[in-house]
């Protein structure tokens, strides 16, 4: 039976989780797998649209699988692969670089961004870096994508992709993928600057929370972080302006589970002398666990290699069927 919605999403293996990728998208991930058939992806190809050591881009592979079932997804619950594993994205990439046009990839606006000002020099790939986006979404006829949302134009695109290739061929092929975009911190923004986001090449390690940070170091971001010298305000409306003020109390709200109102119900009027120790004790209490399961699991090359090859199995099963039909629809078999 056709499941009423698949979901897909991917993370590059490039760096360590930090509290952004957690709050904005892999606490997302874990909750949708008991809901939905979901699909989760290392896009290992994406990563290597810049350059990448081998040996580094490798464990990075092992370290972000080994951070995912940290922080709870359940390879009995989704399955969980690197994309390299599976040759249909690849494949279908190519046939999908077929449907979209060069005008559509010249409006995306994060190839701009990381092709700077040598956009001569960067490679194909990063240009064409959507469409294989797409490719690993349609591969699998996915219908609800989860991500932050800087990657929206992305699933525009993507979802223009799958309807231009319907429309050509005359088929009803992919279903027209969702974002879904949520979750009260899904823009978790820098400790240093509270108008950049959160970011693992931000060059200053205290702007971010790793998922590697032990309690004393959290605690330390926290005492240290970036605020002006008012006390909270107690209405949502006083947080305009003032950034830092809104990403802490929006990290507090995401972390316990409650509105960034609830929040100031609570702690409007205090100074951040008070709210930052608070603030620090709720996000020890969210990472610590995370934390010790990574550390477990990151060395044990075996069990990690062997939930990425059982992942990658399924996924096959599902893309190959599909890569079959879109050959027939383009002709390239009965
Ligand atoms: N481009 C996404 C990012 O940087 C990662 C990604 C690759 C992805 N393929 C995907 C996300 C497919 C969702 C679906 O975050």
Same mark, same amino acid.
């Given at each position: 039976?056709?499941? =009423?919605?698949?979901?897909?999403?991917?993370?590059?293996?490039?760096?360590?989780?930090?509290? !952004?990728?957690?709050?904005? +998208?892999?606490?997302?991930?874990? +909750?949708?797998?008991?809901?939905?058939?979901?699909?989760?992806?290392?896009?290992?190809?994406?990563?290597?649209?810049?350059?990448?050591?081998?040996?580094?881009?490798?464990?990075?592979?092992?370290?972000?699988?080994?951070?995912?079932?940290?922080?709870?997804?359940?390879?009995?619950?989704?399955?969980?692969?690197?994309?390299?594993?599976?040759?249909?994205?690849?494949?279908?990439?190519?046939?999908?670089?077929?449907?979209?046009?060069?005008?559509?990839?010249?409006?995306? #606006?994060?190839?701009?961004?990381?092709?700077?000002?040598?956009?001569?020099?960067?490679?194909?790939?990063?240009? #064409?870096?959507?469409?294989?986006?797409?490719?690993?979404?349609?591969?699998?006829?996915?219908?609800?994508?989860?991500?932050?949302?800087?990657?929206?134009?992305?699933?525009?695109?993507?979802?223009?992709?799958?309807?231009?290739?319907?429309?050509?061929?005359?088929?009803?092929?992919?279903?027209?993928?969702?974002?879904?975009?949520?979750?009260?911190?899904?823009?978790?923004?820098?400790?240093?600057?509270?108008?950049?986001?959160?970011?693992?090449?931000?060059?200053?390690?205290?702007?971010?929370?790793?998922?590697?940070?032990?309690?004393?170091?959290? +605690?330390?971001?926290?005492?240290?972080?970036?605020?002006?010298?008012?006390?909270?305000?107690?209405?949502?409306? !006083?947080?305009?302006?003032?950034?830092? =003020?809104?990403?802490?109390?929006?990290?507090?709200?995401?972390? #316990?589970?409650?509105?960034?109102?609830?929040?100031?119900?609570?702690?409007?009027?205090?100074?951040?002398?008070?709210?930052?120790?608070?603030?620090?004790?709720?996000?020890?209490?969210?990472?610590?666990?995370?934390?010790?399961?990574?550390?477990?699991?990151?060395?044990?090359?075996?069990?990690?290699?062997?939930?990425?090859?059982?992942?990658?199995?399924?996924?096959?099963?599902? =893309?190959?069927?599909?890569?079959?039909?879109?050959?027939?629809?383009?002709?390239?078999?009965?």
């Amino acid at each position: 039976m056709k499941p =009423a919605t698949r979901v897909f999403s991917g993370i590059q293996p490039t760096g360590n989780l930090h509290l !952004g990728n957690y709050l904005g +998208a892999i606490r997302n991930w874990v +909750a949708m797998q008991d809901a939905h058939e979901s699909i989760f992806c290392v896009v290992d190809l994406h990563a290597i649209t810049v350059a990448q050591d081998p040996a580094v881009l490798r464990r990075g592979i092992r370290e972000m699988t080994a951070a995912l079932l940290a922080s709870g997804l359940d390879p009995a619950r989704c399955i969980l692969f690197p994309q390299s594993a599976v040759r249909v994205h690849a494949e279908l990439a190519w046939v999908l670089m077929c449907t979209a046009r060069v005008g559509w990839l010249n409006r995306m #606006t994060q190839f701009k961004d990381k092709a700077g000002k040598d956009r001569e020099g960067a490679s194909v790939g990063l240009y #064409t870096y959507p469409v294989l986006q797409a490719a690993d979404i349609l591969a699998y006829k996915a219908t609800h994508v989860p991500v932050g949302d800087d990657q929206k134009q992305h699933l525009e695109l993507a979802r223009d992709i799958a309807a231009k290739f319907n429309n050509d061929h005359g088929v009803e092929l992919f279903p027209l993928p969702e974002p879904v975009i949520e979750g009260p911190a899904t823009r978790v923004m820098s400790l240093r600057d509270g108008t950049a986001k959160m970011s693992k090449s931000d060059p200053s390690d205290a702007s971010r929370i790793n998922l590697t940070d032990d309690a004393d170091s959290i +605690a330390q971001k926290i005492r240290r972080a970036k605020t002006d010298p008012e006390p909270l305000p107690s209405e949502i409306a !006083g947080l305009a302006g003032r950034p830092e =003020a809104a990403n802490l109390v929006g990290l507090m709200a995401a972390l #316990t589970g409650r509105s960034a109102a609830q929040v100031l119900g609570d702690y409007g009027g205090q100074g951040f002398g008070q709210f930052k120790p608070a603030l620090a004790e709720a996000m020890v209490a969210a990472i610590a666990p995370i934390t010790a399961r990574f550390n477990e699991l990151r060395h044990d090359d075996v069990a990690l290699d062997a939930v990425l090859a059982a992942g990658a199995e399924r996924a096959r099963a599902i =893309a190959e069927p599909v890569l079959a039909e879109v050959h027939r629809a383009v002709g390239f078999r009965d």
